[in-house]
Every structure is written in structure tokens, then in C-alpha cells.
């Protein structure tokens, strides 16, 4: 007896100790409140690694590189883009770019006092490197930019040429992309990729998964601790930027740091509670926090929307499936849904509503409204929740009830589609049981269904897939290249059939037309040409329905809880920050500005 | 039969049960009489209104109105929108902007609001002021002067003919309308879901399905469990073993994580309210099994039962006649049992996203499912989903009581 009490308090020890060891080991660093700046809803899941020339790095607060920005914390691009007003301001350039007069060749000056963190200058041959690995070795720069770029070359070691790509006609493919490059792709340093290159035996895969730990960086802040709880970075006083040519001074906190949320709900729990300052996640009513809580929390603007919207979440209709190549069914459906109750409903208000901005190819930023005539295509436009409309397009195109049993037949055959998004997505989900709600309304057999996301990426970005017949997905916000790039995302030709397509058009709508507008667009200077153009190409959209935009949304969720720190972008404070989560393109701008609210 | 019931109806844990169970039964019935219409219809466009009766500020306008003097309707009216913190925040802020504050009590409304009025300017940004706080300045601002307006507020429109803004009619301060008189008013006892769903009425109708889920769930378990249990006890040798061992493997593999494996293989298109119930009841069998067998292996040589053998009567007629009808009552509370647990294996598969798929019918752990997406928890709709777990409750304890009753009534050895 006494031995068996003698083994299990034995065991018993053990397994305490054990809990404490391992909990040890995951404890999180504590760090100065008020020189810490917390973020939520960047980062999920620990850090793969922190390569900015590879891919699935899972590094969000280091190697996001995006059209609305990248983020510059700890890699820099040569400009930072500013999606407030379209500008680019130099980071590692100095003064504007030049282009020649074809657009065929832009001139890039580099700033003189750009250092790298080991101390040696940033010249045109890191820009050069740069280019030359990413198309070695296929990351995500190449599989962005290599159809638009043809070379990068040095002029002289503070100059660089970056020659367009072009078409047969020797008209450059699209000048806008390349702008968007210059904002997009992170500089590396040219002895570290040579490093890499050789310790990975210039092995494609290798380099592209290499860790890095030992990577060169030229932005304010670099590692310091990343584990599954959090990511922090550190800021690196010896930074370039506080050069008067720059900055002239560092930014503000000296630790940026990311907690590993479980999910949305604890995010949005420490956002309440003062422990994160910046938090990029959807809230629904976030009005009520300091409406009804009186929490110091606030969004950029103080009325709806509260947020800055540049994209729309859209439902694109599968061409793969023959019901969605019938027009008059997609425009039904696309007629029949209750757009309002999305916005007011998924989106709670965060979103201008389709009266308030009707719906086109552009976002609903001012510069890109203006680029078509709203007139011109106004008895297109539809508001949404038109039953009688959609029922009247159907009964006359023949697409009626025929067996009783309540549901429209198409060739004789039941109609029976799926809405589809990836599971957790709340306000995408809400939106897919309306659309399915529509259908019921007009006679159209409508299911939601909401696969893993892991499951959701592969299928949909399958150009010969037959699963999901309505599905979600967003293309990309703002961008020097929008909307160009949009519209090419939900008619572009040449994305029809392409494997692991990411890039857009994945309902694989095809019309001759619209490729010919998307052609000429990038060339066309002429403003009225233009306009010409965007609106033709708007009349199309709106007139086939390949997809359907559901509600407006921001690119990047921006809320911040000024418990610690205050003086964050304004709509009203006449600075021109982007509300970029202090983080993205010219956003980065804020962390050089912010105020603790008790020094 | 009789004498059994009225046994029964003796328990008062069985009779307690049975009355919450009566009523939520009778409310399934009742309530759709009373509201009827598609329980699943979104009627508020924005997400969880809460509990109370909506009068249509539209209809008021047009509404017979009556006149009263109420002495505290001004006060009323200037707390709702002035409260304590709110007179601290302005003094603070005058104090902040040096305003001379002396002689100035917090309660004294009228000389604070005009020290208010003539100071406040949104322009001034004082030192130390967040965004936040600023705007909550704004805000309350705006309130106070919307507030301060005079005793008259005039409604207008526009003349569809001419353009011209007209004057409707004009609201007095005093002016009342009876709601019974106003033509659009709505109840909503348990305000609406984050899709604007009537919440009461969503939760009427789910409780049905949740308890259809229990009882399809229930028999399928009891059957299959009844079924091997008698078989493996009468036939016992090999039989008994090979079922046993099937049995063993199902009870130490959690029926739980299996219910979990399966949900998720069958992909959400399959997963129709009645799939979910039938996997539950799959998963679900094993521990009826298990009991069921213990009773047989103690009846099986009864000298009733040798008797029936020795006259040569068939397997199935013994097991039927012999023994079923004395191990009758067991099963009964078992089913009752399994019916219960079938309820609350469905809401946390569907509180974990594996349960129906979502825009047939309401069950009640959907409805969970979706207040919790939508963090009602978080932003303090409780009535989204409080009520929910109430009635998952009441479901559950008035079965787990009827079964207690039926215990003591049925087993030997409970027997006072």
C-alpha cells in the first residue's frame, strides 16, 4: 500500500513538473508597456521564417509585400504607396521616378544615406540582385511582375533603370504594374542572396524556404522574439532613416509586438481590454465600444463606414457549371439578393451601400469613381432585393417551374447550386445564407456550403473545378495598377485556365471584348479615352454578370485602443496617413508620430 | 397499464419533469398559432435588436396624439442623454480649457450647460486629449444641442410636385400617442439574431427540431443497443463475445471524437438535420448495450424463461415475450436518457461548426453556433443566446428527472 501511495505521488510530482517546465518554456517576454505597440489579426501561427525573397514565410509583421503597401517594418520597398491619395513617397529612392517618354524605361534614383543594418550602403546592385533572384528562383516578385518587367539594370550605383516588358508592337505591356513594383517588392541585400544562393547550392525550393535567421535587413525595427505566442520586433537605433533626407528621427516605440490570438474573439477581447493598441480584424457594431462600452477605441473615421473601403468582396459564378453560363440566371440571382441586409448585416454598417456607390468595376475611393460615367451606365446598376425584376427575367427567358415541384428547371433540368466560403468567415458565410435566400425567393434551388479554408484555397483556385458553383473571394484592393488589375480579376482572359490561379478571374469568364479593353487601358493617356474605356468595360460587367460584388470592405482593418499610446491617423487631422495599421506603405508614417497618452 | 401510470404520476420528480417537458411542448404548439410564419424570415435588417416593443416612429407621426403635463419629462429627457459621468467629463473639460468654474455646482444643469454652450468649441485640442476622448466630446455636444431645442419640432417633406420642403406637422413636447393607436408596432419578447431573425420565434421552432434530432437520434441508439445487448446476453459463448468485443472497441474509443470524425467526413452538403440525428444515434448505442446485456445475462435462466425453452418455443418469441417485456421500463428511461444526451451531442457539434447545415431549419446549437460567430457574447446581445442554453437546459433536466422518477418507481431496490 505504502509503495503504491509512494509511486503515484511519484507520478503525480512528475506530471507537475512537467507542467511547469513546459509552461515555462512558452512563458510570454514581459515587456515596457509604454514602449511596446501591440497588434492583433496580423499574424496567425508561429513565424516559418523570415526570407524576404522566399515564400509561405508566415511572417506577417516582416514579409507582407502587397499592392496597397507593403509592410516596411523591418524590409523596405524603394517607395511607399499611400492608397489615401494614390502617391508614392521614397524610401530607399530619392525624389520621383522618371519614365522615358514610350514608358518603356523608368529612371529610379536611390537615396545616398540608405544603409544596410550591417552598416554597408544600399546601391543599384541590390536593386539589380533583387530582380535576378526573384525571377531565379520564382517568388512571389517574379510571379507578380516578370510579365510587366523585362530587366532591371545599374545606371551607376545610386541609379537604377527598370526597362518595361513589351508588347509585339513594342508598346510596354502595362506601366502601371511597374509603378506598383517600385511600392511592392522588398530590397535585398545583394551578399546576402549570394550567401543564400550558395549555402543552398542554388537550389530553387531551397532558397525559397530558406530560414534566414541570419538575413540582412535595411528597415527601422528587426527580430527579437518569436514563438507561438508572439512575434516581437525590435526597433534598431542605428537605423538609416533617422537622416535627415529621411525621417530625420526613428519611430516611436521601440518594440513592435504581435500576440498569437486563437482567433478573432480573443483578439477582439484584448483590443477591449487595452493589451493590443492596433488591431486589423472585422468587428462587427465596432461603433458600440465607444457608443455604448466607452472605450477609448476608435477607427479612422468617427461616422460609417469607420473604415477607408477599397475592395468588394464579390461572388463569382462558376462558368465550369452550365446553369452559371446562362446570363439571365446570373443576373437573377445577382438581381434578387438583399445587398442591404449584407451590409447592414454582415458588414453592420461598415460599408457604403450600393445606392450610396453603384456598383462597377472600381472601389469606392473618389479617384477610381471618377474614372468611368456613372451615366452612362445607370440603367444597368441594380440595387438589389428585386424579386419581381428577377422573376419577370426569368419567366420570359423560359426559365420556369415546369414539374410543380417549385423549383425553376434550366434544359429540363432542376437548378441546384451551391454558395460557397470558407467556414469561420462570418461575414462572408452571412452573406452567402442571404444569397441562398435569394434564390428561394425566386425559385432558384440555393445551398450555402462552407469547406475548411485548407480545403476552400485548393478548389476554388482550381481552373476546371466543379464544386463550388457560386463562390467568394475578393480581389485586390487599392494598387498604382488599379483598377486595372480588378478588372482583369473578374474578366481577364488570360487567367482563364491557369493552375493554381491566385491572381483572379477564377469563375474562368472569357469575353473578347473585355480582353481587348484590358489591353489597351495600360497605353491609353488620352484622359476621355480613358473614360471611354473604364466605362465600356463597366457596361460589360454589368451586362454579362460573371460575378457579383456583395459589399464594399476595407483592405486592412484599422482600430486602435488609445489606453497607452494616442495621436494615430485621422480622417480629420489633414496628415494624409493612410489608416494602414501604422504598418503598410506611407502608413508607417504614424509610428513615427505617435504620443503616449501619460508620458 | 393503469396502475403503472398511476404509479408513475406518484413521482413527483417524474411529475415535475414531465410538467416543464409539457410546456415546452405546449409553447412548440401554441406559439406558431399565435405568431405564425417562417421561423427562419429576416425581419430587421441590422444585426441583434434587443428584447422590447419597436412602434414605428413613421406611423407615429400621422397617430391621434393627447396632451400631457408630466413634471418630470424634461429632467427624463435631459438624463437620457446627460448622465453623471457625462456632467464629471464636462467639468472636466472646462477645467482642462481653464474655464472659471467657481460657484459651480455639478448639479446645477442650467449654469454647467451654459458654461457648456459659450466654451465648447471642437476646434480647441487640448494637451493630453486622445482621439477618443475628443470625439466623445463631439458626440455629446451634438447631443445637447439637438437637446436644447425648443418646445416645438416640426416634421416636414417635400411636395413630390413642386420640390419644395413643406411643413407636415409640428410635435410639441408634450404630445403623446397611445401605441394601441399607432398602425405598426412589434413585439419582440427576445429581440432579433445577428441575421434580424425573431429570436423567440426561431427558438420555438428549433426546439422542435432539436428535439426530433433527440428522439431520431434516441431510438436509433436504443434499437441498435436493445438489439445487440439482448442478443449477446440470451445467445451468450461466441456471440456474447464477438458482440462484446465490438462493444469494448466502440466504449473506450470516445463516442464524442467519433461523432466529431464522422460529422466532418460526411462534408456540410450531406449533413440535412436527420443525417446528424441518425451519425448521433450511431455513436451513441454502446453503454444501452452494455446494460441491457447485464439484465438479460440475470434473466436468462429464470425458470420462466427454461420453461418457454423446454416447450420449444422460438429464440425470438422467448426474447420477445420472456424477457423484453421485463427489462420494458429499463429501456424506456434509457431512451429517455438517450433522447436528452441526442439533444446536447447536436448543439456542441453545432457550436463547433459540424452540425446541419444552416439554412433549412433552426436547431437550437445553429443557433448558438451563430451567436457565437458573431460574438454575442462579446458585445452583450444575451439574449441571442442565453435563452437557447436555457432551453437546452430545461430540455434536458425535465428528461433527466422523468428518467429519476421512473427509477424510483421501477427499480426494486429505489423503492421506498
Same mark, same amino acid.
Given at each position: 500500500?505504502?509503495?503504491?501511495?509512494?509511486?503515484?505521488?511519484?507520478?503525480?510530482?512528475?506530471?507537475?513538473?512537467?507542467?511547469?517546465?513546459?509552461?515555462?518554456?512558452?512563458?510570454?517576454?514581459?515587456?515596457?508597456?509604454?514602449?511596446?505597440?501591440?497588434?492583433?489579426?496580423?499574424?496567425?501561427?508561429?513565424?516559418?521564417?523570415?526570407?524576404?525573397?522566399?515564400v509561405n514565410?508566415?511572417?506577417a509583421?516582416?514579409?507582407t509585400a502587397q499592392a496597397i503597401g507593403s509592410r516596411?517594418?523591418?524590409?523596405?520597398t524603394?517607395?511607399?504607396y499611400n492608397f489615401m491619395d494614390g502617391?508614392m513617397?521614397?524610401?530607399?529612392?530619392?525624389?520621383?521616378?522618371?519614365?522615358?517618354?514610350?514608358m518603356?524605361?523608368?529612371?529610379?534614383?536611390?537615396?545616398?544615406?540608405?544603409?544596410?543594418?550591417?552598416?554597408?550602403?544600399?546601391?543599384?546592385?541590390?536593386?539589380?540582385?533583387?530582380?535576378?533572384?526573384a525571377?531565379?528562383?520564382g517568388n512571389g516578385t517574379a510571379t507578380n511582375y516578370a510579365a510587366f518587367i523585362?530587366?532591371?539594370?545599374?545606371?551607376?550605383?545610386?541609379?537604377?533603370?527598370?526597362?518595361s516588358a513589351?508588347t509585339?508592337?513594342?508598346a510596354p505591356v502595362n506601366p502601371l504594374k511597374v509603378v506598383e513594383f517600385l511600392g511592392n517588392a522588398?530590397?535585398?541585400?545583394?551578399?546576402?542572396?549570394?550567401?543564400?544562393?550558395?549555402?543552398?547550392?542554388?537550389?530553387?525550393?531551397?532558397?525559397?524556404?530558406?530560414?534566414?535567421?541570419?538575413?540582412?535587413?535595411?528597415?527601422?525595427?528587426?527580430?527579437?522574439?518569436?514563438?507561438?505566442?508572439?512575434?516581437?520586433?525590435?526597433?534598431?537605433?542605428?537605423?538609416?532613416?533617422?537622416?535627415?533626407?529621411?525621417?530625420?528621427?526613428?519611430?516611436?516605440?521601440?518594440?513592435?509586438?504581435?500576440?498569437?490570438?486563437?482567433?478573432?474573439?480573443?483578439?477582439?477581447?484584448?483590443?477591449?481590454?487595452?493589451?493590443?493598441?492596433?488591431?486589423q480584424?472585422f468587428?462587427?457594431?465596432?461603433?458600440?465600444?465607444?457608443?455604448?462600452?466607452?472605450?477609448?477605441?476608435?477607427?479612422?473615421?468617427?461616422?460609417?463606414p469607420?473604415q477607408v473601403c477599397l475592395t468588394m468582396p464579390t461572388a463569382f459564378f462558376n462558368q465550369n457549371i452550365?446553369a452559371c453560363q446562362n446570363v439571365?440566371l446570373r443576373k437573377?440571382i445577382a438581381l434578387?439578393v438583399?445587398y442591404?441586409?449584407i451590409i447592414?448585416?454582415a458588414m453592420?454598417?461598415q460599408s457604403p451601400t450600393f445606392?450610396d456607390v453603384p456598383r462597377s468595376l472600381m472601389n469606392p475611393t473618389e479617384g477610381e469613381q471618377a474614372l468611368y460615367d456613372h451615366?452612362a451606365v445607370?440603367?444597368l446598376q441594380w440595387?438589389g432585393?428585386?424579386?419581381?425584376?428577377?422573376?419577370?427575367?426569368?419567366?420570359?427567358?423560359?426559365?420556369?417551374?415546369?414539374?410543380?415541384?417549385?423549383?425553376?428547371?434550366?434544359?429540363?433540368?432542376?437548378?441546384?447550386l451551391n454558395a460557397c466560403c470558407p467556414?469561420?468567415w462570418?461575414d462572408w458565410q452571412?452573406s452567402m445564407?442571404?444569397v441562398?435566400?435569394?434564390?428561394?425567393?425566386?425559385?432558384?434551388?440555393?445551398?450555402?456550403l462552407y469547406p475548411?479554408w485548407s480545403v476552400y484555397q485548393t478548389v476554388f483556385t482550381n481552373p476546371s473545378q466543379t464544386e463550388y458553383a457560386i463562390f467568394m473571394y475578393s480581389p485586390d484592393g487599392a494598387g498604382p495598377a488599379q483598377p486595372w488589375g480588378r478588372i482583369r480579376q473578374f474578366m481577364g482572359g488570360d487567367l482563364v485556365g491557369v493552375e493554381n490561379n491566385w491572381t483572379g478571374n477564377w469563375g474562368q469568364y472569357t469575353n473578347a471584348r473585355a480582353d481587348e479593353i484590358l489591353a489597351a487601358i495600360p497605353v491609353t493617356?488620352?484622359?476621355?479615352e480613358l473614360k471611354a474605356l473604364y466605362t465600356e468595360a463597366v457596361e460589360i460587367y454589368l451586362t454579362e454578370v460573371p460575378s457579383f460584388s456583395l459589399m464594399y470592405r476595407p483592405a486592412v482593418f484599422?482600430?486602435?485602443?488609445?489606453?497607452?499610446?494616442?495621436?494615430?491617423?485621422?480622417?480629420?487631422?489633414?496628415?494624409?496617413?493612410p489608416?494602414a495599421?501604422?504598418?503598410d506603405g506611407?502608413?508607417?508614417?504614424?509610428?513615427?508620430?505617435?504620443?503616449?497618452?501619460?508620458? | 397499464?393503469?396502475?403503472?401510470?398511476?404509479?408513475?404520476?406518484?413521482?413527483?420528480?417524474?411529475?415535475?419533469?414531465?410538467?416543464?417537458?409539457?410546456?415546452?411542448?405546449?409553447?412548440?404548439?401554441?406559439?406558431?398559432?399565435?405568431?405564425?410564419?417562417?421561423?427562419?424570415?429576416?425581419?430587421?435588417?441590422?444585426?441583434?435588436?434587443?428584447?422590447?416593443?419597436?412602434?414605428?416612429?413613421?406611423?407615429?407621426?400621422?397617430?391621434?396624439?393627447?396632451?400631457?403635463?408630466?413634471?418630470?419629462?424634461?429632467?427624463?429627457?435631459?438624463?437620457?442623454?446627460?448622465?453623471?459621468?457625462?456632467?464629471?467629463?464636462?467639468?472636466?473639460?472646462?477645467?482642462?480649457?481653464?474655464?472659471?468654474?467657481?460657484?459651480?455646482?455639478?448639479?446645477?444643469?442650467?449654469?454647467?450647460?451654459?458654461?457648456?454652450?459659450?466654451?465648447?468649441?471642437?476646434?480647441?485640442?487640448?494637451?493630453?486629449?486622445?482621439?477618443?476622448?475628443?470625439?466623445?466630446?463631439?458626440?455629446?455636444?451634438?447631443?445637447?444641442?439637438?437637446?436644447?431645442?425648443?418646445?416645438?419640432?416640426?416634421?416636414?417633406?417635400?411636395?413630390?410636385?413642386?420640390?419644395?420642403?413643406?411643413?407636415?406637422?409640428?410635435?410639441?413636447?408634450?404630445?403623446?400617442?397611445?401605441?394601441?393607436?399607432?398602425?405598426?408596432?412589434?413585439?419582440?419578447?427576445?429581440?432579433?439574431?445577428?441575421?434580424?431573425?425573431?429570436?423567440?420565434?426561431? $427558438?420555438?421552432?428549433?426546439?422542435?427540431?432539436?428535439?426530433?434530432?433527440?428522439?431520431? %437520434?434516441?431510438? @436509433? *441508439?436504443?434499437? &441498435? =443497443? /436493445?438489439?445487440?445487448?439482448?442478443?449477446?446476453?440470451?445467445?451468450?459463448?461466441?456471440?456474447?463475445?464477438?458482440?462484446?468485443?465490438?462493444?469494448?472497441?466502440?466504449?473506450?474509443?470516445?463516442?464524442?471524437?467519433? $461523432?466529431?470524425?464522422?460529422?466532418?467526413?460526411?462534408?456540410?452538403?450531406?449533413?440535412? %438535420?436527420?443525417? @446528424? *440525428?441518425?451519425? &448521433? =444515434? /450511431?455513436?451513441?448505442?454502446?453503454?444501452?448495450?452494455?446494460?441491457?446485456?447485464?439484465?438479460?445475462?440475470?434473466?436468462?435462466?429464470?425458470?420462466?424463461?427454461?420453461?418457454?425453452?423446454?416447450?420449444?418455443?422460438? $429464440?425470438?418469441?422467448?426474447?420477445?415475450?420472456?424477457?423484453?417485456?421485463?427489462?420494458?421500463?429499463?429501456? @424506456?428511461?434509457?431512451? &429517455?436518457?438517450?433522447?436528452?444526451?441526442?439533444?446536447?451531442?447536436?448543439?456542441?457539434?453545432?457550436?463547433?461548426?459540424?452540425?446541419?447545415?444552416?439554412?433549412?431549419?433552426?436547431?437550437?446549437?445553429?443557433?448558438?453556433?451563430?451567436?457565437?460567430?458573431?460574438?454575442?457574447?462579446?458585445?452583450?446581445?444575451?439574449?441571442?443566446?442565453?435563452? @437557447?442554453?436555457?432551453? &437546452?437546459?430545461?430540455?434536458?433536466?425535465?428528461?433527466?428527472?422523468?428518467?429519476?422518477?421512473?427509477?424510483?418507481?421501477?427499480?426494486?431496490?429505489?423503492?421506498?
Amino acid at each position: 500500500m505504502n509503495t503504491r501511495k509512494l509511486v503515484s505521488l511519484v507520478i503525480a510530482l512528475a506530471m507537475v513538473m512537467t507542467m511547469c517546465l513546459s509552461a515555462s518554456a512558452e512563458t510570454v517576454t514581459e515587456l515596457p508597456r509604454n514602449e511596446s505597440l501591440y497588434f492583433a489579426g496580423q499574424q496567425w501561427g508561429a513565424v516559418a521564417t523570415w526570407n524576404p525573397i522566399g515564400v509561405n514565410q508566415n511572417n506577417a509583421m516582416a514579409c507582407t509585400a502587397q499592392a496597397i503597401g507593403s509592410r516596411t517594418l523591418m524590409f523596405e520597398t524603394l517607395y511607399m504607396y499611400n492608397f489615401m491619395d494614390g502617391s508614392m513617397t521614397p524610401l530607399l529612392a530619392d525624389g520621383d521616378y522618371a519614365w522615358n517618354d514610350g514608358m518603356t524605361e523608368m529612371t529610379v534614383k536611390l537615396n545616398k544615406a540608405a544603409k544596410w543594418s550591417d552598416g554597408t550602403a544600399i546601391t543599384s546592385a541590390d536593386v539589380v540582385a533583387t530582380w535576378d533572384i526573384a525571377n531565379k528562383i520564382g517568388n512571389g516578385t517574379a510571379t507578380n511582375y516578370a510579365a510587366f518587367i523585362s530587366a532591371i539594370e545599374a545606371v551607376d550605383d545610386n541609379t537604377i533603370l527598370i526597362k518595361s516588358a513589351l508588347t509585339e508592337a513594342g508598346a510596354p505591356v502595362n506601366p502601371l504594374k511597374v509603378v506598383e513594383f517600385l511600392g511592392n517588392a522588398f530590397i535585398v541585400q545583394k551578399a546576402w542572396i549570394e550567401t543564400v544562393a550558395a549555402r543552398n547550392n542554388d537550389d530553387a525550393t531551397a532558397i525559397l524556404n530558406d530560414k534566414a535567421d541570419d538575413v540582412v535587413w535595411s528597415g527601422p525595427y528587426t527580430k527579437y522574439i518569436s514563438n507561438d505566442q508572439q512575434v516581437v520586433l525590435i526597433r534598431d537605433d542605428n537605423y538609416w532613416g533617422q537622416d535627415a533626407s529621411m525621417w530625420g528621427k526613428l519611430p516611436v516605440p521601440k518594440y513592435i509586438v504581435h500576440t498569437i490570438f486563437a482567433d478573432n474573439a480573443a483578439g477582439e477581447t484584448a483590443l477591449k481590454a487595452g493589451e493590443i493598441d492596433v488591431c486589423q480584424q472585422f468587428i462587427g457594431n465596432i461603433q458600440d465600444l465607444w457608443l455604448k462600452d466607452g472605450l477609448p477605441i476608435s477607427t479612422y473615421m468617427e461616422e460609417a463606414p469607420y473604415q477607408v473601403c477599397l475592395t468588394m468582396p464579390t461572388a463569382f459564378f462558376n462558368q465550369n457549371i452550365a446553369a452559371c453560363q446562362n446570363v439571365t440566371l446570373r443576373k437573377a440571382i445577382a438581381l434578387a439578393v438583399d445587398y442591404d441586409s449584407i451590409i447592414a448585416n454582415a458588414m453592420t454598417n461598415q460599408s457604403p451601400t450600393f445606392t450610396d456607390v453603384p456598383r462597377s468595376l472600381m472601389n469606392p475611393t473618389e479617384g477610381e469613381q471618377a474614372l468611368y460615367d456613372h451615366d452612362a451606365v445607370k440603367d444597368l446598376q441594380w440595387a438589389g432585393n428585386d424579386i419581381e425584376g428577377a422573376i419577370k427575367l426569368l419567366d420570359e427567358a423560359g426559365i420556369v417551374d415546369t414539374d410543380g415541384d417549385g423549383w425553376r428547371e434550366l434544359d429540363g433540368e432542376k437548378i441546384t447550386l451551391n454558395a460557397c466560403c470558407p467556414n469561420g468567415w462570418t461575414d462572408w458565410q452571412a452573406s452567402m445564407e442571404i444569397v441562398a435566400d435569394a434564390g428561394k425567393n425566386i425559385g432558384v434551388d440555393i445551398t450555402t456550403l462552407y469547406p475548411e479554408w485548407s480545403v476552400y484555397q485548393t478548389v476554388f483556385t482550381n481552373p476546371s473545378q466543379t464544386e463550388y458553383a457560386i463562390f467568394m473571394y475578393s480581389p485586390d484592393g487599392a494598387g498604382p495598377a488599379q483598377p486595372w488589375g480588378r478588372i482583369r480579376q473578374f474578366m481577364g482572359g488570360d487567367l482563364v485556365g491557369v493552375e493554381n490561379n491566385w491572381t483572379g478571374n477564377w469563375g474562368q469568364y472569357t469575353n473578347a471584348r473585355a480582353d481587348e479593353i484590358l489591353a489597351a487601358i495600360p497605353v491609353t493617356t488620352d484622359e476621355a479615352e480613358l473614360k471611354a474605356l473604364y466605362t465600356e468595360a463597366v457596361e460589360i460587367y454589368l451586362t454579362e454578370v460573371p460575378s457579383f460584388s456583395l459589399m464594399y470592405r476595407p483592405a486592412v482593418f484599422h482600430e486602435v485602443n488609445e489606453s497607452v499610446w494616442t495621436n494615430y491617423p485621422d480622417a480629420t487631422d489633414g496628415r494624409n496617413i493612410p489608416p494602414a495599421d501604422c504598418t503598410d506603405g506611407y502608413g508607417i508614417a504614424a509610428l513615427y508620430e505617435l504620443e503616449l497618452v501619460n508620458p | 397499464m393503469k396502475n403503472t401510470l398511476r404509479q408513475v404520476f406518484h413521482s413527483g420528480k417524474f411529475v415535475a419533469g414531465f410538467c416543464i417537458f409539457a410546456f415546452i411542448l405546449l409553447m412548440m404548439i401554441i406559439y406558431p398559432l399565435i405568431n405564425p410564419g417562417n421561423p427562419l424570415e429576416r425581419i430587421g435588417v441590422g444585426t441583434f435588436a434587443k428584447p422590447g416593443t419597436y412602434v414605428s416612429l413613421y406611423d407615429t407621426v400621422d397617430t391621434e396624439t393627447e396632451t400631457f403635463k408630466l413634471a418630470d419629462a424634461d429632467d427624463k429627457r435631459l438624463a437620457k442623454i446627460l448622465s453623471d459621468s457625462d456632467r464629471v467629463s464636462m467639468v472636466e473639460w472646462l477645467t482642462q480649457a481653464e474655464v472659471d468654474l467657481t460657484g459651480v455646482s455639478m448639479n446645477d444643469t442650467e449654469k454647467l450647460l451654459d458654461l457648456w454652450h459659450a466654451n465648447y468649441d471642437d476646434s480647441i485640442r487640448l494637451k493630453g486629449m486622445t482621439k477618443a476622448q475628443r470625439n466623445y466630446y463631439v458626440r455629446l455636444n451634438n447631443s445637447l444641442n439637438n437637446a436644447s431645442k425648443a418646445d416645438t419640432l416640426t416634421v416636414t417633406d417635400v411636395d413630390p410636385d413642386t420640390n419644395e420642403v413643406v411643413e407636415k406637422t409640428k410635435i410639441q413636447k408634450t404630445d403623446y400617442v397611445n401605441v394601441g393607436d399607432v398602425a405598426n408596432t412589434k413585439t419582440l419578447p427576445l429581440g432579433t439574431d445577428n441575421f434580424g431573425r425573431d429570436v423567440l420565434k426561431e $427558438l420555438v421552432s428549433a426546439c422542435g427540431t432539436s428535439i426530433m434530432i433527440g428522439l431520431i %437520434a434516441g431510438l @436509433v *441508439a436504443t434499437f &441498435i =443497443g /436493445l438489439l445487440l445487448g439482448l442478443l449477446a446476453g440470451y445467445l451468450g459463448g461466441v456471440a456474447d463475445d464477438i458482440i462484446m468485443f465490438i462493444t469494448n472497441i466502440f466504449t473506450v474509443i470516445p463516442s464524442f471524437v467519433l $461523432l466529431i470524425l464522422i460529422s466532418y467526413s460526411l462534408g456540410q452538403d450531406q449533413r440535412g %438535420a436527420t443525417t @446528424v *440525428a441518425i451519425v &448521433i =444515434g /450511431l455513436t451513441s448505442w454502446v453503454w444501452t448495450t452494455r446494460s441491457v446485456r447485464s439484465q438479460v445475462i440475470s434473466l436468462r435462466n429464470r425458470d420462466h424463461v427454461n420453461l418457454s425453452k423446454l416447450s420449444g418455443h422460438s $429464440l425470438m418469441r422467448i426474447i420477445m415475450t420472456d424477457i423484453l417485456p421485463y427489462i420494458a421500463s429499463y429501456v @424506456v428511461m434509457a431512451f &429517455i436518457l438517450q433522447v436528452s444526451s441526442g439533444i446536447l451531442a447536436e448543439a456542441q457539434l453545432s457550436l463547433l461548426g459540424l452540425g446541419p447545415k444552416t439554412t433549412e431549419v433552426p436547431t437550437l446549437g445553429l443557433m448558438m453556433n451563430w451567436a457565437m460567430l458573431y460574438s454575442a457574447h462579446l458585445n452583450g446581445s444575451w439574449w441571442a443566446y442565453f435563452p @437557447v442554453i436555457l432551453t &437546452i437546459a430545461g430540455i434536458s433536466f425535465s428528461m433527466n428527472l422523468m428518467n429519476t422518477g421512473l427509477d424510483q418507481v421501477f427499480n426494486p431496490t429505489l423503492r421506498d
